[in-house]
T-cell receptor, first 114, second 114 residues
Framework: GESVGLHLPTLSVQEGDNSIINCAYS??????FIWYKQESGKGPQFIIDIRSNMDKRQGQRVTVLLNKTVKHLSLQIAATQPGDSAVYFC?????????????FGEGTQLTVNP | DGGITQSPKYLFRKEGQNVTLSCEQN?????MYWYRQDPGQGLRLIYY???????QKGDIAEGYSVSREKKESFPLTVTSAQKNPTAFYLCASRETENSNQPQHFGDGTRLSIL
């Protein structure tokens, strides 16, 4: 299953399928990007990050892809499990001399059906 | 375990009352942050602190105040001037303000109006 971020804030997939969550970021000068997972009633949990000098980074069952040309970030989750159901946020980091800031997207709700 | 502790988990405010949300971290991080999250939305930055005895306004600082007297503590006061305080408040920390490191979050305080 695949989402397009703000235009489709929910994504529903079957257990075992691969999920792709997309994010369009705003600032071409952003140099660092993070994906967070937020379960209901809890704080965001770090999943994976990527620096702007890379275009792909892999973790355990997750892969982040960065396309700086079109300012697009995606999170791929392999073999999605019911425990992956949550809201997923991307965040971009920019600004060094005046203090860097994280700006968060609005999130995508991922629902995994057993 | 190292981490960020927010208290209380639930808080109720009467009209005209100031309330203070606690955030404590034992990660030895220099930078700390307060965010507000409204239902179905991303995180918005209220205040942040790069170092002890210093803090800056974020994007939605009106009606809020903070202090940073100790490295491990960054309390947020929601004043009576904040007319729409009902939200989920999240505290985060990062090793330093200018590092390409993720912010780590507490599990939030949910504030409601009586």
């Amino acid at each position: 299953g695949e989402s397009v971020g703000l235009h489709l804030p929910t994504l529903s997939v079957q257990e075992g399928d691969n999920s792709i969550i997309n994010c369009a970021y705003s600032n071409s000068a952003s140099d660092y990007f993070i994906w967070y997972k937020q379960e209901s009633g809890k704080g965001p949990q770090f999943i994976i990050d990527i620096r702007s000098n890379m275009d792909k980074r892999q973790g355990q069952r997750v892969t982040v892809l960065l396309n700086k040309t079109v300012k697009h970030l995606s999170l791929q989750i392999a073999a999605t499990q019911p425990g992956d159901s949550a809201v997923y946020f991307c965040a971009e980091n920019f600004g060094k001399t005046s203090g860097s800031r994280l700006t968060f997207g609005e999130g995508t709700q991922l629902t995994v059906n057993p | 375990d190292g981490g960020i502790t927010q208290s209380p988990k639930y808080l109720f405010r009467k009209e005209g009352q100031n309330v203070t949300l606690s955030c404590e971290q034992n990660l030895n991080h220099d930078a700390m942050y307060w965010y507000r999250q409204d239902p179905g939305q991303g995180l918005r930055l209220i205040y942040y602190s790069q170092i002890v005895n210093d803090f800056q306004k974020g994007d939605i600082a009106e009606g809020y105040s903070v202090s940073r007297e100790k490295k491990e503590s960054f309390p947020l006061t929601v004043t009576s001037a904040q007319k729409n305080p009902t939200a989920f408040y999240l505290c985060a920390s990062r090793e330093t303000e200018n590092s390409n490191q993720p912010q780590h979050f507490g599990d939030g305080t949910r504030l409601s109006i009586l």
